[in-house]
């Protein structure tokens, strides 16, 4: 039998396949919510969510086996999830339109970036087990534009696919002009680890340079 919750707190559960993050995350929201659990895949995931319900689950987007879409959609079919008020605010290092948006359509209350302090983050863990939506300030804007149809996000770009999302995440951080070191504390992952998915993004997407790659991204809207 789990500990009772105290009057006032939001109970949690938080998704990220980095162990440090997590750590991060909770030492950052303190005593402000009830952590209920943590998970570091889809397959963690689900089964955290279902057995806790928890009022706000904080969802990164890229995970292994499938990704925060893949949860929210498991979730969603489960048993009694339809009676359960359970909310999911996704918390990721993109802040790419694709992802946004895809994210949102798949179920997300709100959206926010890692760069969010822990006092932000508690508050918008309270506005979405409140019912309301959240988002970064810039990531607002890309919501906006899709449901206008300003921008097409149905439509997968085949080099962007196929990159894996590791791959994905290093790309958008390159491309933004992070070192390789500072690329590898912002992921959790070696310099080397880092030099080796740049080398296969280059090598997939046909490009020969930093430069190249910066253009490649900025063209597709992915800074």
Do not use: C
């Not at 149905?154 to 590791?166: C, F, H, M, P, Q």
């Not at 690329?183 to 880092?194: R, Y």
Request: proline share 4%.
């Amino acid at each position: 039998m789990s500990d009772p919750v105290p009057t006032g707190r939001h109970t949690v559960v938080i998704v990220d396949d980095h162990a440090m993050f997590r750590a991060g995350v909770r030492a950052e929201l303190g005593s402000s919510v009830a952590v209920l659990a943590e998970a570091a895949d889809v397959d963690e995931a689900v089964a955290a969510v279902t057995a806790h319900r928890p009022a706000v689950v904080l969802l990164d987007v890229h995970l292994p086996g499938g990704g925060g879409s893949e949860v929210m959609r498991r979730y969603a079919a489960s048993p009694g999830a339809a009676e359960a008020p359970t909310r999911f605010l996704a918390l990721s290092v993109s802040d790419a339109a694709e992802d946004v948006i895809g994210t949102i359509r798949a179920g997300a209350r709100g959206y926010v970036t890692k760069t969010i302090t822990g006092p932000e983050l508690v508050a918008a863990i309270d506005r979405v087990a409140s019912g309301d939506a959240v988002f970064s300030p810039r990531l607002a804007g890309f919501v906006l534009d899709a449901f206008a149809g300003t921008i097409e996000v149905a439509a997968v770009d085949e080099d962007l696919d196929r990159l894996t999302e590791r791959e994905r995440e290093v790309m958008r951080l390159i491309a933004r002009g992070y070192s390789y070191r500072e690329v590898g504390a912002e992921l959790f992952i070696s310099t080397k680890t880092v030099e080796t998915h740049m080398s296969s993004v280059l090598r997939k997407l046909q490009l020969s340079s930093r430069h190249e790659l910066t253009r490649w991204a900025s063209d597709r809207r992915l800074l």
